[in-house]
């Protein structure tokens, strides 16, 4: 179809209504989803969520990254601190019943769930510099996108801009510690696995889909990743993860009593 003219344009634009590519936004979300997304390897995405809202993670192929960042929504200074989460629960590994914490000792998402085991609160993720020399490019719109790259566009759709970006944290390929302190990159737990996080509070989203900085493969490798939300209930005094360790509770009271002052409950 011809687009030399304006009407050539819109005529191509309008047949393309309908169509769907293998990444992309699903709007609006199937019904009992708030939010279905696939990310493309080398993509990012964004969103707000409401408190108590289930944020599922899928790795289908088992070459996904995902980068996250969280900020409370309104709120972009308190976000998440990847120090915290780790120094706060005595653990630098992720997995089901652990909490990411902001630097307020507040509670931003739980995580409820989780089948891949292979994550990292370590390393961060790739900046342009990095990818340039590994790969050849690292700009956001390149062949091999960096994270950070990817974060600032991601940020900027919220309002958000290059000093509000703290570490981030990965889901989906791991990293271990050895006991001399070097840092072990063991990949992936294979195809098929996920993550659920819980919103404790209202939450902005940043999340890029890249290779993680350690990934010793030569070629930028990173395949699709499925993001799927749900409407939920925020974790309560009753939920055992409540009181599953004393500084988990102490972070869940602060984040009920801030909430409270505010009106949400």
Request: aromatic fraction near 6%; proline fraction near 8%.
């Amino acid at each position: 179809m011809a687009t030399g003219t304006t009407y050539g344009a819109r005529d191509h634009a309008r047949a393309q209504d309908g169509r769907r590519a293998a990444a992309m936004p699903l709007v609006p979300a199937p019904d009992g989803l708030v939010w279905a997304e696939t990310v493309a390897g080398g993509g990012y995405t964004h969103k707000v969520l409401a408190r108590g809202t289930e944020l599922r993670l899928a790795d289908p192929t088992g070459t996904a990254c995902a980068h996250l960042l969280l900020f409370a929504e309104g709120r972009p200074w308190e976000r998440l601190n990847v120090a915290d989460t780790v120094k706060v629960q005595w653990n630098a590994y992720l997995g089901a019943g652990r909490l990411l914490l902001s630097d307020q000792g507040r509670v931003l998402a739980s995580l409820v769930a989780d089948t891949s085991g292979r994550h990292d609160t370590l390393c961060g993720t790739s900046s342009a510099a990095r990818n340039t020399t590994r790969y050849g490019d690292g700009s956001a719109h390149g062949g091999s996108p960096a994270g950070r790259e990817l974060f600032l566009l991601a940020a900027a759709k919220q309002g958000l801009g290059p000093r509000d970006l703290p570490p981030s944290l990965s889901f989906f390929q791991g990293v271990r510690v050895e006991p001399d302190g070097a840092l072990e990159f063991i990949g992936s737990a294979g195809p098929g696995t996920a993550v659920t996080l819980r919103a404790e509070q209202p939450l902005t989203v940043l999340l890029a889909n890249v290779p993680h900085p350690l990934d010793p493969r030569p070629a930028y490798v990173c395949g699709p990743l499925e993001v799927r939300a749900k409407a939920g209930a925020p974790t309560g005094p009753q939920d055992p993860l409540w009181d599953a360790t004393p500084e988990g509770r102490r972070a869940f009271l602060n984040t009920a009593e801030h909430l409270a002052a505010r009106g949400l409950r």
